[in-house]
């Protein structure tokens, strides 16, 4: 374990380094996050404008689901995009070898590998939305809810982690699945609405299948202090069960990986 | 002229073949392309209360089933290869042949087109039985959607085009388009009707290029663009697209001497 946490800490150290080099990124960046933000701000507001009450959420408390999707972009862009994109260069040219060879576990080593630092902006503009429309709201979380928030926040991660690298995994037998990861893009869009304003079968898919919900709406609804605690618990047996489900599913077909001969 | 047409004729041709050896990542493609079902959800939620502005729940349905078919029919998706070709000097190759590269790519974006009409078709056409959703299909209304569609993704084309040439003088020319895109999400109608935007926005949107990309077809299609409102914006839609074909040449006749001067 804690080998692994220093293997973290030389990945990100030259990540760091490399980013530190083109120090620009960063301001046009923080520029273009704040710019996104605001966009999908207005197309949640919209709505608003029709109405005072969408599915049980007003107008600010539903701002607050939007923050939260602009941190968990973030995430998806420093960390999750990065590096599963690579997982498939890796299976498609065979340099999966390479990896394979080291002395670590191969999941851990092609799904932490790279950190995009300046993507960081995106989720710390998130946190400021979130900041903005709690005290819009007049509510100032309880220590409490705001640990139980960071908690739900880890475990949302965790499971998208998890169903985007099953998916993935699936370019060992598929070799042509680039377009793989716009699905769950796709998906993750409805994340800018709370997950209550989809009804049947949609809320039941974005709530346990490609869990959503766990990333942006449980997270915010912590802090609104709106949870069905029911969710809370299901959280932590959820995630784990997903990421077992993703490293069975790697170690699976990692079997199946044939190289690529040259 | 017969000669361009047989020159498009073997491109598409081939460009059909090509997409169909990719079948699964066309079907991906395709559900990706699901955000206005996203939309038309929240919306249905909000319009159980009743009508939001001019649109009853029926409304939506339709807007967002015709937008999927607009934008994936007058969707175009070269700028990544474009921009790619431009800057590794596989652009080279194009010119060689006795072709404006354009024209490659155009044909290309038409060869796409044809897969996706009859994957697309029978699925909407159930959606939209299924849901009751009716379509404005008198024959000269017919006649405008055409137009009005085939000048939609000329413009797309064009904008696309455009922006894909900017890896002539820059590296980040994907990153334009991504801003572009995002400015086209809802200025076009595709997330949200033009009509239930702040009213501001929807004006502001009525002298930009993005609406003849998208609302206009999308509207007609309605029956709600009618007499000199439609009239009027395939004008406008005639406008930018001399434009942008004029930006487009003008760019061209620039970048390919600087192209040329950098010596791939």
Avoid at chain 1, 143 to 163: E, R
Avoid at chain 2, 84 to 106: C, K, N, V
Wanted: charged share 15%.
């Amino acid at each position: 374990m804690l080998r692994y946490l220093r293997l973290l800490r030389i990945f990100y150290k030259a990540s760091l380094l490399t980013e530190l080099e083109y120090r620009a990124n960063f301001l046009v960046h923080g520029f273009f996050s704040i710019g996104w933000t605001f966009w999908i701000w207005i197309g949640v507001a919209v709505f608003y404008q029709h109405t005072e009450n969408l599915a049980g959420w007003t107008y600010y408390e539903a701002i607050v689901v939007v923050g939260m999707f602009q941190v968990f972009s973030g995430l998806i862009e420093a960390l999750l995009r990065p590096n599963i994109q690579a997982i498939i260069e890796h299976i498609r040219k065979g340099t999966l070898d390479f990896i394979l060879l080291k002395p670590v576990d191969s999941q851990f080593f092609v799904s932490t590998r790279q950190f995009i630092f300046w993507k960081l902006l995106d989720m710390l503009v998130g946190f400021a939305v979130v900041i903005y429309a709690l005290s819009r709201l007049a509510i100032v979380p309880s220590l409490g809810s705001v640990a139980l928030f960071l908690v739900m926040i880890i475990l949302g991660a965790i499971m998208l982690y998890s169903v985007w690298m099953a998916m993935i995994t699936s370019a060992f037998w598929f070799v042509r699945v680039d377009n793989i990861s716009e699905l769950i893009y796709s998906f993750f869009e409805a994340g800018r609405f709370p997950v209550s304003v989809f009804r049947g079968v949609v809320r039941f898919t974005l709530t346990f299948i490609v869990p959503i919900a766990f990333m942006t709406t449980f997270p915010a609804a912590v802090l609104l202090d709106k949870l069905d605690w029911r969710y809370v618990w299901m959280a932590l047996p959820l995630a784990l069960s997903f990421f077992g489900l993703s490293v069975w599913f790697w170690r699976f077909a990692l079997r199946f990986y044939t190289s690529a001969s040259s | 002229m017969i000669r361009m047409w047989r020159v498009y004729k073997a491109l598409v041709r081939r460009e059909i073949r090509l997409v169909m050896a990719y079948r699964v990542q066309m079907v991906i493609w395709l559900i990706t392309g699901i955000l206005p079902l996203i939309m038309l959800s929240a919306w249905l939620t909000l319009g159980e209360g009743g009508p939001v502005g001019s649109f009853t729940p029926t409304d939506f349905i339709a807007y967002y089933l015709a937008a999927i078919f607009v934008r994936q029919m007058t969707g175009v998706w070269i700028i990544w290869d474009l921009d790619y070709q431009i800057r590794q000097g596989e652009f080279s190759t194009l010119l060689l042949r006795p072709l404006d590269p354009m024209h490659e790519f155009a044909a290309r974006g038409l060869g796409g087109k044809w897969q996706r009409f009859w994957m697309l078709l029978p699925v909407l056409t159930i959606a939209a039985l299924l849901t009751g959703v009716r379509y404005s299909v008198s024959p000269l209304n017919l006649l405008a959607f055409i137009l009005a569609m085939i000048g939609a993704w000329m413009l797309s084309f064009l904008i696309q085009y455009i922006n894909g040439l900017l890896a002539f003088w820059i590296t980040q020319a994907v990153a334009v388009f991504d801003l572009w895109f995002g400015l086209w999400t809802i200025l076009s109608g595709y997330l949200i009707p033009l009509e239930l935007l702040p009213r501001a926005v929807g004006q502001v949107a009525y002298w930009l290029p993005f609406r003849y990309q998208l609302a206009v077809p999308l509207e007609i299609a309605l029956g709600r663009l009618q007499g000199a409102d439609l009239l009027l914006s395939l004008g406008m839609q005639a406008f930018w697209i001399a434009v942008m074909y004029g930006v487009c040449r003008m760019l061209w006749r620039r970048g390919i001497k600087k192209y040329s001067a950098v010596g791939a």
